[in-house]
């Protein structure tokens, strides 16, 4: 009988916890009165609620949420100011036909071993054998070109009308630099690719 009884005292002695305690939000709630020991409960969101009696999980941050969602990011896409579809398709299948000539005659001035360059379905893909791989392509939707670097890992780039070239918004870094320096310094020996 007295097991009856005892989740509707647990929920009362919580609700009147919480009005004596207010937490303003997770970051002055110390591991104490977070719920280590304790019966508070928080979710990602900050607010708390009772716990469930089949599932108790306990989320713990070490600062403010909003402070988590202030990190460095990309850029917000300006939708209004993406290119028309047909002038990003001249645009980047000029830029990727420009890289593959390039390419192409920079692998017959060096000697590297696998060194392959291969354009298909609208990838550019620069194989450098053990120094890594290349591989650039079109993202209509995005109105981006993206780059896969062995160096610096994924990028996404935009067409900047002032520049006329593709930026990487969260670095400011243009396409054709940064594959110059890379590529350049991988395979010991300048490439100029414009």
Not at 130 to 151: A, D, E
Request: aromatic letters at 10%; a negative charge; charged letters at 25%.
């Amino acid at each position: 009988m007295a097991s009856r009884f005892a989740p509707r005292l647990f929920l009362r002695r919580l609700r009147m916890r919480r009005r004596a305690q207010p937490i303003s939000s997770l970051h002055e709630a110390s591991a104490e009165s977070a719920g280590v020991g304790g019966d508070r409960i928080f979710s990602p969101s900050g607010s708390w609620s009772p716990p469930d009696f089949h599932c108790i999980s306990r989320v713990f941050f070490s600062a403010r949420p909003s402070l988590l969602d202030e990190g460095k990011g990309p850029a917000a896409i300006d939708y209004p100011s993406l290119l028309p579809e047909e002038e990003f398709h001249r645009l980047a299948d000029e830029t990727i036909h420009e890289l593959l000539e390039n390419f192409e005659e920079y692998g017959d001035a060096i000697q590297i071993d696998d060194y392959e360059v291969d354009y298909g379905n609208h990838v550019l893909t620069l194989k450098l054998g053990s120094l890594g791989t290349y591989v650039i392509n079109k993202q209509t939707p995005n109105r981006q070109i993206w780059l896969s670097s062995p160096v610096s890992g994924p990028s996404r780039f935009d067409w900047d009308a002032m520049s006329n070239t593709w930026v990487y918004r969260r670095t400011k870094a243009n396409l054709f630099q940064l594959l110059e320096e890379e590529v350049g310094q991988l395979c010991g020996q300048p490439i100029s690719l414009r």
